[in-house]
């Protein structure tokens, strides 16, 4: 594998003068070296897999969408934990969180906020919406309107919030945790392509192996484990680790790495929408929080192979043909994946 045979080719190869210095070295956990990063998410980890049994990837992807700055939509059938995992990530940190359920009666107002007229002042004031909080939970988004998903369209990708022509700052950090059901389901809207493409990232939580259900009704038996969950992390915290990851580096021949993979998916019969050059960019911050998490601070192919299809598949459309071939968006972005060339090392 790339991390092991190759890694250090990928490392910065500039002289130290003209590059910052490295961010390891065994800084404090709020101080933003690799050594704080691993400490601090290796806490907020083993608290959410507290609650969530068997799932380590899953926790994995998603606390690695929070460091990368992103959105984090998780799909499955009723009843898998996908409430649980956001509601735990969320509360493992002590930020503002806020939780929206979506119904199909659901108004854009009610998620962003609306202005309201005062009587003693004689004024319209601003009621906030629950979008203004540091992580949101939108449990069952494809249960609303089109109109209504809309409403986290800004939001999502510019930090910010517009209603009656005054904009709005979201504090950092901001994350949106998305739950939906598959959408054959009756009652469900399918999200827009502009929806999905703001998300991160897509997971699927999947059933629990035998052992891991066994577990869970030994801890889940009594009471909610989310009861007994308690903060491990603050929002300051978050906001030095989201720092360290902007400074990973992404080696020339994995940027390009990541725009060949991308760019493949445009090209392929089995598609008839690729993905967007949002998804390269998502691609490789994510790469960058998924680097740090294993303790380096360079990004290497196998991080980019690892999170190509939670990353890419959710933003692809397959062609009439594939669907009738039941040939899922997954597949192609494995098939993609084992067959363009790994950069060389030195490139």
Known sequence: MAVGTHGESFMETDPPASRP?????????AGGGLDGLAQVANKIRDAVESVIEGKPSAVR????????????????????????????????IDCSVRRVQFTPDLLPSDITGVSAYNQERREFEFKPGPVFANIVVGDEINRASPKTQSALLECMEERQV????????????????????????????????????????????GYPDPAAELEMLDTHGETSPLDRLTPVAHAADVRDLIEVVRGQHVAPAVRQYAIDLVSATRRHPDLRLGASPRATLHLVRAARAYAALDDRDYVVPDDIQDLAAPVLAHR?????EAQVERRRPEQVVTDLVKRLPVPSPGR
């Open 61 to 92: 992807l998603a606390l690695t969408v929070l460091l990368a700055e992103g959105h984090l939509l998780i799909e499955d059938v009723p009843g898998v934990g996908k409430t649980m995992l956001a509601k735990a990530l969320a509360r493992s």
């Open 162 to 205: 517009t209603v009656d022509g005054t904009t709005y700052e979201l504090e950092p950090p901001f994350m949106v945790i998305s739950t939906q059901n598959p959408v054959e389901m009756e009652g469900t809207y399918p999200l827009p392509e502009a929806q999905r493409d703001r998300f991160t990232a897509r997971i699927s939580m």
């Open 316 to 320: 692809l459309l397959p062609t009439a």
């Open 21 to 29: 210095a490295r961010r390891g070295g065994g800084r404090d956990a």
